[in-house]
């Protein structure tokens, strides 16, 4: 019989997750997600052009910054002033590729969506928590273009979430927290679609080397979180506004 998490769950079990749509005043899409004791705020900032190199193709583009704040961590974290370190630049390209994922960059014609992650507390997660709350606060942005008829409904492709998985004293688990994180002998961040397709798999084996059989099994444990991810991320995104538009249907 495997031991106890710290926070009393099963294996399969996701932590307490909320997601609430729209707290910023002025982004075009906001989200603040809480996985746990994880707390992400995302926004969404459309953009009317897009980076030099991708001008007068026609096609728009979605990238994404991340960021721990100072007092998210159990000590303060200094503020990357002169740039991105590279543990940020990696997440920041992690979260933008996953975000592009769900987004048909032609029917977005030649503008650009920039979601902006800020990390108010991190306890496990931050990346995948990220790419789930930077979302919603991407279809909220979509969504207003859409309405505002500037783009098509085409514009949506599946949606997209992302979940941690690793095994702890030979137990697979769902979602880790920092403290089991710590102690995983394999540590993976899985990014899927609502479809069921992989866009990213990140994952390692920080001890001895890991069967396949084990990743079998931390997939199909990702595959259900994610699910339970994508309901929080629509009912999220249908409690934004439930009145707007109801005849338009967004993946």
């Known amino acids: 019989m495997s031991e106890p998490r710290p926070d009393g769950r099963a294996p399969h079990q996701l932590r307490p997750v909320v997601i609430q749509a729209n707290p910023v005043l002025h982004a075009e899409g906001s989200a603040l997600i809480r996985m746990g004791n994880t707390v992400v705020l995302c926004t969404a900032t459309v953009v009317e052009d897009v980076p030099p190199w991708l001008r007068g193709q026609g096609k728009g583009w979605v990238t994404a910054e991340y960021a721990l704040l100072p007092r998210s961590t159990h000590e303060r974290t200094p503020r990357e002033r002169s740039g991105a370190r590279g543990r940020t630049q990696e ?3 992690l979260i933008g590729r996953s975000l592009r994922a769900a ?18 507390q991190a306890d496990g997660g931050t990346r995948t928590a990220a790419i789930t709350g930077g979302y919603v606060a991407l279809a909220l ?37 920092y403290a089991e994180d710590l102690h995983a002998s394999v ?7 609502a479809v069921g397709d992989f866009v990213e798999i990140q994952g390692t ?16 444990l990702a595959w259900q979180g994610i699910q339970e991810l994508l309901k929080v991320q629509q009912e999220a995104i249908r409690q934004a506004d439930p009145g707007a538009h109801p005849q338009l249907a967004f993946p």
């Not at 084996?205 to 199909?220: K, M, N, Q, S």
């Open 91 to 93: 997440i920041q390209r």
């Open 187 to 193: 540590d993976m961040n899985v990014v899927m679609n």
């Open 205 to 220: 084996a920080e001890g001895d080397p890991f069967r396949r059989e084990v990743l079998d099994t931390l997939l199909d």
């Open 103 to 120: 987004v048909d960059l032609e029917a977005l014609g030649e503008r650009m969506i920039i979601i902006d992650t800020d990390v108010l």
């Open 141 to 177: 942005a979509l969504r207003r273009l859409v309405e505002a008829g500037e783009v098509t409904a085409h514009v949506f492709k599946p949606a997209v979430a992302a979940v941690s998985v690793g095994v702890v004293h030979d137990v697979p688990l769902l979602d880790l927290a």
